[in-house]
């Protein structure tokens, strides 16, 4: 009876273990494989859509996590394990409530002025993104510095 119940147990454990793999590799699949997120959206419910399946609940986790936890003391203070296994399952939690408005229609209740409004500011964050890495790769005004260079030579 014991060894029936050790190999039991241990099925049990090996599907769960599966079954979290999976959940994790498969949102990591999606989440690596997408890119990077939109740079503007056409609506709220295309924002809902990337977070629920779009890799965008792993995205903003992610930048959460890196620009506000971690220069909070109380982050590092906690177990490793915790900060390992927490963002995974808050980005599913994102994800589901995401998918939770998109099924419950939520947005029919939101006036449509305020889904111009909210969706601009989503639009302007999400181009300053944008903005900000070609900054940082140098690219954004390069042909404008070029051109400005030659004139300085030639002037």
């Not at 740079?39 to 996590?65: H, P």
């Not at 099924?103 to 993104?129: H, K």
Request: charged letters at 10%; a neutral charge.
């Amino acid at each position: 009876m014991k060894a029936r119940e050790l190999r039991t147990r241990t099925m049990y454990l090996v599907l769960a273990l599966v079954a979290l793999l999976s959940v994790v590799l498969l949102t990591a699949f999606r989440f690596l494989f997408q890119g990077e997120p939109p740079t503007s959206f056409d609506s709220l419910t295309a924002i809902l859509v990337w977070l629920s399946v779009g890799g965008g609940g792993m995205w903003l986790v992610g930048y959460v996590e890196s620009y506000l936890l971690e220069n909070a003391a109380w982050w590092h203070n906690l177990p490793h394990w915790f900060k390992v296994v927490a963002p995974v399952f808050i980005a599913g939690l994102v994800g589901s409530l995401a998918q939770s408005a998109i099924n419950l229609d939520v947005l029919s209740g939101v006036p449509t002025m305020y889904q111009g409004f909210i969706l601009s500011i989503v639009n302007y964050l999400a181009t300053q993104r944008a903005y900000m890495g070609l900054q940082i790769q140098g690219a954004y005004g390069e042909s404008a510095r070029q051109m400005a260079a030659s004139k300085a030579e030639d002037g």
